[in-house]
């Protein structure tokens, strides 16, 4: 038994609240226990300067947590002048995965940029603003395949993310930060709908691991992944996830 | 009449709620309207370089909104590189009312940072966490007071913020947004629980503004401002508001 | 009576001397006592990006201090490699306070930028550099107004500022450095030559003030500004100083 | 085939020359085919400040390419002046790998930063970085270990790191840049000379991957990996590899 | 003739005005012509980091131009973020031009700051600067010999500083703006009142020059910095000029 | 005799590489003692801005070293955010340097930048930097010439550099790190191949120096220079040192 009471293979209490934000064209506040983050989705009709003429869209993300989201106040990075490598990192994980299960072609040239600002940080970020951002994402791309009568629906498939761990030997999945703190090995997995990996990340810093436990790590990231896309499609409603489905089918074949 | 059906010297709907955060040692959440911001204050045992040595501690803030908090999305600051002027000008003067009612020494040597982070931003940003700010901070430093034993209690008085505006030759009480971008006076008025001016801040950029139209902005300026301290007890409750209401009275004699 | 014999209505010894600067379109030096600025104006024929095609001018302003203009050496904003809060403050202020005077669409699309570098600093500094700025301007729009032959003279009128303060519980005109350091309530008045108000900022950091303490200081403030206008009208001479007023006198109605 | 000729299980052709500078305490220049980078290790006989007073060490890492280093010249970072996103990814990715088989107690208050230049880049430059730090690393600790005649000798195990990716849906060893930039799927893998996993990134953004083709990269990878250490005990000599391979034996217990 | 009715081996009108800074240890207004620069000189009784413990003072300057200094208005470095390779370079040239006539040891751990701020450039910025630094720094320096009657006078020698160049054939000294847009070579001469050189910089980027025409230029110099050293002389006074004389007399043997 | 066993007026053994890279448009490894400096040459068929529309070319260069090319490692000027004077000064004289002897109108609207990476510095990094660029930017213009059959050949004569010094009174050329460290006196020469003189930058901060002794180290730079330019010669092969030594002829008339 965890400290929280939480089975090895149990996630957090999740939540996905939509229409987070009165402007943006999408948005959701997502809560993993006490990790919570705003995603926001803001459309614009036009690509950055390096994607121009390709007749394809693009996807990008930002990253931030507010000062005092953990236990000890954080200098801001605009007061620093500049990002932090994990910010960097993080933000470059977030657009690429989200990118893996968009058509940009069937998007056009419209930009997508999600924003993940970190409310409070019990651990896992990232994993959290991944989940949540697709859902933000599904959003206003749906009000653009509307609105702008698109030929295909772009998204091909959900994506989810969670994080796995091993602590005193024992995988366990959905880490707290404290939980977190205690791990020899931590790996964020990222994957679809369908059951892909698209992203898996594995950090054996204190202590390398071995192939089994890889197995293992991956094994229960997959089980999160699939109660993480239910609670997607609970939030999405059924209009907009059945177009996602489709669109995943058919690629199945 | 305004758009919203308030009348001109009628506030948005506001709201004050405390705990907002799981870590700070005072948060609220504090909304006018659809203006939505997070306010923490954080407690650090030891004040910054330029101050050290007096015996007396520091108030200092910091504000910043969500990029999507506004109709279009913004750069983040952390982005660009450096804060605009904008958000220094705020900041400083966040910090700078806040210090009007904190008697330094009685606080000994500890630095209070307020974060302001806007979360959405209907007009008035700058009042709202103001008088947010406020409300933390007391609960960070009632709970200093109490851990440290503090000989004085540090805060001398309540302090809140609202903006008045002149639109179309009438002057009306806190602005949303769209009344602020048609509005041709524009002022900030921060005030004590006593009934004393902290800052007033009146620009009249489109059109020149007379003695009588300043009299009557300053008028309703008080008005909202006394409604607003009353929401700050209720947020406050009765142990620390009457702490504060008994330093005010001995000074007002 | 004050510390340098002046009465607490009085200004310092003012001096506007035009031609200040070979190249510049307009330019000043003047002194307030022991302040002094050197103006200049820049004429560019275009505006900003923000601002293209819309038939406006635009005007804006920059302010510096020499590092060795204050008692104790500061570092350059250049070798920082930002400016700080206190100088972005101060050139919103200037700018902003410029444009209530100047009927942009009668300049047509031309830039007016204002250089302020302080070149020895004793109080007063901010309001020094838009009673400096506004002559520059001026020259600097006349030689526009008569090169282009513009159908509208683009001032509307005079504009002067002045700081007043509360030292020892009494009202006192233009603080030197000395005084405005001992001072509990410090305010700084934007007025036109028609007595109307364009900026008031008030800050009772150290004490907040009571509306009679406030209206005291304005009236303080109206007396400075009248005589600062004239002394505008001098440096200015005839021609230029009787199309401001006749501008001015028009609008009055 | 290859485009190159090579085998799918085989390497580019792989050298490390030691001693690649004269100042450096460890360096040497590592080249997998025309991917060239150097390695030089400095030792600093202190800790960074949030490490200070722990008894521990610190290995650090910093990663640049020369502007030319590839087909096209890029700007280089002190001329944006900032890092990008990218580099910071690679360099934080190399010191945590590095780290993994370092025992910084047994190190003391020492810190050794890693730069990894790359002069040419022809694919997988944060690989063959950590393949060749380790070796620069390796020499400069064991002239501490000499000099200062630690207890223990602090390097736990081998580690070297190769990049492995589907191109047609056939899984190849060590991509080169055309190699790369047809791959769906692109894994880096960092092992331990005793074949544990210190990292594992697997990115599928052009398509997600399946359980079984993450299977099959990891096991080219380890192939890989055997062959590396191989060339670093190589160019180690047989003094140093043996103190490592004991401490590791040691280990595995 | 040259245009502005000088013969070719004739400086420009130069003044030098002593006390142009209220605050300043030390400070001087001098023109050469239309170039007008602001020297202060600012006296720190410590050395920094990299000077500290070697009993030794030390002597830096700073350079600036005002935006408007010139026909076209520059950007302010400030507002840029950074310095330009050209500012940085006459910085670091105007305090090794200075420290090449101070004994450090004899001045002991103190810092001497020559601030240099072009109110207004018309050719020759670099050489009048360092012409008037060294004026600045003489009596700042004096009157720390003063205070803290150190056992020797720190200032080894007079230290002047002239440009020089070819136009159509002909060298020119002293060249202004105009001229020195023309000059197919220009050079930079520092020079000792003894008549040794301290720092020689020619360029010929727009046509090289030969052995010959290299030593009219010098001789054109050591010209004009005979002249120069005069002006200082009279600048200072005879109290101060004869202690250097002293110094630099007893130096030449 | 030297330390190192060379007489007063002999260079360290200089050997140029071409082909150092396999990208760039020209290359050079070149050595000079244990001074080593990868020089690249990048074509760009377009200008910069500010050189648009005049019909001609542009040579820029950057200069860099790797952070362990010295004794004590240096922090990188990417990590910094900025470059440094040093730098920017060295970046600069290397691109007038070259412009120097290339017909921009002959080159066209091209931009030629060169690379000079330091991997190992000894002293003479400058001037290393300078003689190398030359043979890369040849290598480039060449090509240039070949695949658009300019007109005419845009190098105008060959271009080396070469540092000399004073050390115990006596001149010397080709300083290395220790010896430059000792000089009084240090000077810093490129000339061309017809023997004038592009840039002269003399030192003396640490002792002043005549106007003989200034001789004798010219004529010691002219005697190091002629002989790097038959090294420079040999590298570039007959074919384009007889294209550059047609148009020196034809100069020289």
Redesign the interface.
């Known amino acids: 038994m965890r400290l929280n009471g939480r089975k090895t293979d149990q996630t957090r209490s999740v939540s996905i609240t939509t229409n987070a ?4 064209e999408g ?1 959701v506040l997502i809560e993993f226990g ?1 990790t919570k983050v ?1 995603c ?1 989705a ?1 459309v ?1 009709e036009k690509v950055p300067p390096f994607m121009k003429g390709q007749g394809k869209g693009w996807i990008t993300a ?1 990253y ?1 947590m ?6 000890v ?1 954080n200098q ?14 993080i ?2 994980l977030i657009g ?1 995965a989200l ?2 299960v968009v058509d940009l072609h069937a998007l056009g040239e419209r930009t997508i ?1 999600l ?1 993940c ?1 970190v ?2 940080a ?1 651990g896992g970020t990232r994993t959290t603003s991944i989940t949540g951002s697709f859902v933000a994402m599904a959003i206003a791309i749906h009000e653009i395949a509307e609105k702008h009568k698109l030929a295909r629906f772009p998204i091909t ?1 959900f994506l989810a993310s969670v994080s796995v761990g091993i602590i005193n030997d024992e995988p366990m999945l959905d880490l707290n930060y404290e939980e977190d703190s205690k791990a020899k090995v931590d790996m964020n997995v990222v ?2 709908g ?1 059951g ?16 089994e436990e ?1 197995n293992q790590l ?1 094994a229960l990231g997959e089980l999160g992944i699939q109660e993480l896309v239910e609670l997607q499609k609970t939030a999405l409603g059924p209009v907009i996830s059945e177009k996602i489905e489709k669109v995943a089918a058919a690629a199945r074949g």
Chains 1, 2, 3, 4, 5, 6 share one sequence.
């Open positions: 934000n009165k402007y943006a948005s006490d705003i926001t803001t614009d930002e931030s507010l000062p005092r989201a953990t236990q106040r801001r990075e605009s007061a620093r002048g500049k990002l932090t490598g994990r910010t960097m990192e933000q470059r690429r990118r893996s940029t924003d600002d409310i409070q019990d498939d994957m679809t369908s892909k990996f698209v992203e898996v990340q594995g950090t054996g810093e204190e202590a390398p691991f071995s192939r890889f991956l």
